[in-house]
């Protein structure tokens, strides 16, 4: 992955990091992010709190901890990535 792709990732990071401690934690990302606006959620075919653990075990990997590093946060995106042929449509999405 390039270098401009890592600094929108890293940016993205960095925006989830609300305490500024270095870490994104599963509390930290509960303070930004509205579930309620997700399809399954607003139909009521999945509970907020499920919605809500389902979402962030796409980025908390590597270890279970509540606790996602920027390793995990750049191996999925790194997939994602992988799939964005242009730099343009990448940070569009980011």
Avoid: H
């Avoid at 989830?16 to 270095?22: I, M, Q, R």
């Avoid at 390793?71 to 790194?78: A, K």
Wanted: aromatic share 12%; glycine share 4%; hydrophobic share 40%.
């Amino acid at each position: 992955m390039n270098e401009d792709r890592l600094s929108w990732i890293r940016a993205a990071y960095d925006k989830l990091d609300v305490n500024k401690d270095g870490l994104v934690k599963l509390d930290d990302i509960a303070k930004i992010f509205d579930v309620s606006s997700m399809p399954e959620v607003s139909q009521s075919k999945v509970d907020p709190k499920e919605a809500y653990m389902q979402y962030m075990s796409m980025w908390d990997t590597q270890e279970a901890d509540g606790i996602i590093t920027f390793e995990e946060f750049c191996d999925y995106y790194r997939d994602i990535s992988a799939g964005i042929e242009s730099d343009e449509m990448f940070a569009a999405m980011m």
